[in-house]
């Protein structure tokens, strides 16, 4: 039952009178009304309401690409004839765009304006920092808030961000998390790859079955990497599934192209051209949503390829090395996780970021890494330990530096200046502030920034508490420390931590405005009338007198059910009706089935049957599940 609200519906919410909608074959709209308390049970659907009462149903998100597996895949041919002209490569990575902006929000943070938009100097240098360009997703159409401040490729980067927990929102500043951004770093790239297009699924398609269709049948893993495809025959696969029609809709193939478009900026495809002109599509990198499965309370633990998918969280993480020279570059293969690359950004200059990444490390890196709260030593530890080892006189200049540095220091110190040399004598003779304030002058004190509020709390006790005062300057940048390695961190979003408030981008229909309802709907509700209907109507087959029969074929249209008919010489048949005539001599039309245990479509007619054509009947008891 739930393919076939699937085919009709995609991920999109419907009301309850919809549900006829996804009818076909023998399965009849009473058939699917009667399965929604049982898909609602199990999970297969799940329902909100509205402030008003009324309930919308729809198939979770996360549900989808279990009901994909299950579909006839009807695979495209790999295209291998004639020439074929690039079009667009894929970029460096929506993984590799988002540590990008990480790393740089962590060295410069994000302060905001009193609108509580990102200061227009930091959109600038952000936006110019990241792989991923306007044109790659402006086709998108994404509305979010303080478009004219955003553009829209750093808008999907800093939503992603916020969506994931990586990023907070606060008064004067956005901040990093560093307990999510332990757990996301954790992570390997295939599962950071599957949970960011994941999202992209679930919040930027529009409400429109034919395009999600199209979205996710591009994601099926009959689509092997490195191997070209028509756009032609995937939308043809589609319409043999009768989830697109015959005639494709522009608003279809024009969405699908700023898609392709958008997955190839992400760093997922690459577009091409055969020399006929048609659309060639190549995964450079398929994002596993099977990785997903069993994770967030899924019924299947483990997915289509065997996979166990909490072997993913962690153990999937990549766990090569780099190799410092002695010219004071280092090579940092694929295979380096982003958690080391983390360090590296805090301690090194990077080069270039490409299947073989170069950093340099040099005296002004180290200084900055001390004032990001990591020593000479303390990097020195981390190229030890982190690299296949490193050169001697890499070694020396580290230690050179280190002795070097931190002879002298710049530390953070409040004035306290009283009104008369009366108070100061007050302050200065307070127990409580021994050790918290050293005399200056006359009337003026040095207080440590670090015991502000033990010394203010001292002063109230004496009535001299300072007036408040609005901190004009700007908070110490702090570059995240990670937990340690396979510390028990895990990222929100993987245990259904999920809070869409704190999203911008939301394309689709968003149901989480609603109140979540779980209350199985009734047969009164499912079926009106249900409890006036006479018995006898469906638990006994018998021949009714023609007025009675009228009644029962016009209950079964108004419940979108099947009745079930003794035809002339014995056979069994289902009838499904559609309308009936208003004559004395009443004629009731809709589709027989005369084989009752045939499939779909088997000896299946429209006609139009009159009183007197079957011996018996009984209305069909929709079956709840």
Same mark, same amino acid.
């Given at each position: 039952?739930?393919?076939?609200?699937?085919?009709?519906?995609?991920?999109?919410?419907?009301?309850?009178?919809?549900?006829?909608?996804?009818?076909?074959?023998?399965?009849?709209?009473?058939?699917?009304?009667?399965?929604?308390?049982?898909? @609602?049970?199990?999970?297969?659907?799940?329902?909100?309401?509205?402030?008003?009462?009324?309930?919308?149903?729809?198939?979770?998100?996360?549900?989808?690409?279990?009901?994909?597996?299950?579909?006839?895949?009807?695979?495209?041919?790999?295209?291998?004839?004639?020439?074929?002209?690039?079009?667009?490569?894929?970029?460096?990575?929506?993984?590799?765009?988002?540590?990008?902006?990480?790393?740089?929000?962590?060295?410069?943070?994000?302060?905001?304006?009193?609108?509580?938009?990102?200061?227009?100097?930091?959109?600038?240098?952000?936006?110019?920092?990241? /792989?991923?360009?306007?044109?790659?997703?402006?086709?998108?159409? @994404?509305? /979010?808030?303080?478009?004219?401040?955003?553009?829209?490729?750093?808008?999907?980067?800093?939503?992603?961000?916020?969506?994931?927990?990586?990023?907070?929102?606060?008064?004067?500043?956005? $901040?990093? =998390?560093?307990?999510?951004?332990?757990?996301?770093?954790? #992570?390997?790239?295939?599962?950071?790859?599957?949970? @960011?297009?994941?999202?992209?699924?679930?919040?930027?398609?529009? =409400?429109?079955?034919?395009?999600?269709?199209?979205?996710?049948?591009?994601?099926?893993?009959?689509?092997?990497?490195?191997?070209?495809?028509?756009?032609?025959?995937?939308?043809?696969?589609?319409?043999?599934?009768?989830?697109?029609?015959?005639?494709?809709?522009?608003?279809?193939?024009?969405?699908?192209?700023?898609?392709?478009?958008?997955?190839?900026?992400?760093?997922? @495809?690459?577009?091409?051209?055969?020399?006929?002109?048609?659309?060639?599509?190549?995964?450079?990198?398929?994002?596993?949503?099977? &990785?997903?499965?069993?994770?967030?309370?899924?019924?299947?633990?483990?997915?289509?390829?065997?996979?166990?998918?909490?072997?993913?969280?962690?153990?999937?993480?990549?766990?090569?090395?780099?190799?410092?020279?002695?010219?004071?570059?280092?090579?940092?293969?694929?295979?380096?996780?982003?958690?080391?690359?983390?360090?590296?950004?805090?301690?090194?200059?990077?080069?270039?970021?490409?299947?073989?990444?170069?950093?340099?490390?040099?005296?002004?890196?180290?200084?900055?890494?001390?004032?990001?709260?990591?020593?000479?030593?303390?990097?020195? =530890?981390? &190229?030890?330990?982190?690299?296949?080892?490193?050169?001697?006189?890499?070694?020396?200049?580290?230690?050179?530096?280190?002795?070097?540095? $931190?002879?002298?220091?710049?530390?953070?110190?409040?004035?306290?200046?009283?009104?008369?040399?009366?108070?100061?004598?007050?302050?200065?003779?307070?127990?409580?502030?021994?050790?918290?304030?050293?005399?200056?002058?006359?009337?003026?004190?040095?207080?440590?920034?670090?015991?502000?509020?033990?010394?203010?709390?001292?002063?109230?006790?004496?009535? #001299?508490?300072?007036?408040?005062?609005?901190?004009?300057?700007?908070?110490?940048?702090?570059?995240?420390?990670?937990?340690?390695?396979?510390?028990?961190?895990?990222?929100?979003?993987?245990?259904?931590?999920?809070?869409? +408030?704190?999203?911008?981008?939301?394309? $689709?229909?968003?149901?989480?405005?609603?109140?979540?309802?779980?209350?199985?709907? +009734?047969? +009164?509700?499912?079926?009106?009338?249900?409890?006036?209907?006479?018995?006898?109507?469906?638990?006994?087959?018998?021949?009714?007198?023609?007025?009675?029969?009228?009644?029962?074929?016009?209950?079964?249209?108004?419940?979108?059910?099947?009745?079930? #008919?003794?035809? +002339?010489?014995?056979?069994?048949?289902?009838?499904?009706?559609?309308?009936?005539?208003?004559?004395?001599?009443?004629?009731?039309?809709?589709?027989?089935?005369?084989?009752?245990?045939?499939?779909?479509?088997?000896?299946?007619?429209?006609?139009?049957?009159?009183?007197?054509?079957?011996?018996?009947?009984?209305?069909?008891?929709?079956?709840?599940?």
């Amino acid at each position: 039952m739930i393919q076939h609200i699937f085919r009709r519906f995609a991920g999109l919410p419907f009301k309850l009178e919809r549900v006829d909608e996804a009818a076909s074959g023998r399965v009849a709209g009473a058939d699917l009304r009667a399965a929604l308390p049982g898909m @609602l049970r199990r999970g297969e659907l799940s329902a909100v309401k509205k402030a008003w009462g009324e309930k919308l149903f729809y198939i979770p998100a996360d549900h989808l690409p279990k009901l994909w597996a299950h579909l006839p895949s009807f695979p495209p041919k790999p295209h291998t004839a004639g020439s074929i002209q690039l079009d667009k490569e894929a970029g460096p990575g929506l993984g590799m765009n988002l540590f990008r902006a990480l790393t740089w929000i962590a060295r410069n943070g994000l302060p905001t304006t009193s609108k509580g938009t990102i200061h227009q100097k930091s959109v600038s240098k952000l936006a110019r920092y990241l /792989y991923l360009q306007e044109e790659d997703v402006a086709g998108l159409d @994404l509305r /979010y808030p303080h478009q004219d401040v955003y553009p829209p490729q750093l808008a999907i980067v800093l939503d992603l961000l916020l969506a994931l927990g990586l990023l907070q929102k606060e008064r004067t500043l956005w $901040g990093l =998390d560093s307990g999510e951004l332990t757990a996301w770093l954790e #992570l390997g790239p295939q599962m950071q790859e599957a949970i @960011l297009f994941r999202e992209l699924l679930q919040r930027y398609l529009p =409400d429109h079955v034919g395009i999600q269709h199209a979205a996710y049948r591009l994601a099926r893993n009959d689509l092997q990497e490195g191997t070209w495809y028509s756009l032609k025959e995937l939308y043809d696969s589609l319409q043999r599934l009768e989830m697109l029609p015959e005639r494709l809709p522009e608003e279809v193939t024009v969405w699908v192209g700023s898609w392709l478009s958008a997955l190839s900026g992400f760093g997922w @495809l690459d577009l091409s051209k055969n020399g006929g002109g048609e659309d060639l599509i190549r995964w450079k990198s398929r994002p596993r949503l099977e &990785l997903l499965q069993g994770l967030e309370g899924a019924a299947d633990p483990v997915n289509s390829d065997g996979i166990n998918p909490a072997d993913n969280r962690g153990a999937a993480a990549l766990s090569g090395v780099f190799y410092v020279q002695p010219d004071y570059e280092i090579l940092v293969p694929p295979d380096v996780s982003y958690r080391v690359r983390w360090e590296l950004e805090a301690c090194c200059d990077n080069q270039t970021m490409d299947t073989m990444s170069v950093y340099r490390i040099s005296r002004a890196s180290v200084a900055r890494a001390s004032e990001l709260g990591r020593s000479p030593g303390a990097v020195l =530890d981390f &190229l030890e330990s982190s690299s296949a080892g490193v050169p001697e006189n890499v070694k020396l200049a580290l230690e050179q530096w280190a002795g070097e540095m $931190g002879r002298t220091s710049l530390e953070e110190k409040l004035l306290l200046r009283c009104g008369d040399e009366k108070a100061a004598d007050t302050v200065a003779s307070l127990p409580a502030l021994a050790g918290m304030v050293e005399r200056i002058g006359p009337r003026d004190f040095i207080v440590d920034a670090g015991q502000s509020a033990k010394v203010r709390k001292a002063l109230e006790g004496v009535s #001299l508490a300072p007036s408040k005062q609005r901190n004009t300057g700007s908070a110490e940048l702090e570059y995240p420390k990670l937990g340690e390695p396979g510390s028990p961190v895990e990222l929100a979003i993987l245990s259904g931590g999920r809070a869409e +408030e704190r999203v911008w981008i939301y394309k $689709g229909s968003q149901l989480h405005f609603y109140d979540r309802s779980d209350d199985a709907p +009734e047969p +009164e509700d499912l079926f009106p009338g249900w409890n006036e209907i006479p018995n006898m109507w469906l638990n006994e087959m018998r021949d009714y007198h023609g007025s009675t029969a009228r009644k029962i074929m016009s209950q079964a249209i108004v419940w979108k059910a099947k009745v079930l #008919l003794r035809m +002339e010489g014995g056979s069994i048949a289902e009838f499904m009706p559609v309308s009936l005539t208003e004559e004395e001599r009443w004629r009731v039309k809709g589709r027989l089935f005369l084989n009752e245990n045939g499939l779909d479509g088997e000896d299946e007619k429209e006609t139009i049957l009159t009183l007197g054509e079957w011996e018996a009947m009984r209305l069909i008891q929709p079956e709840f599940s």
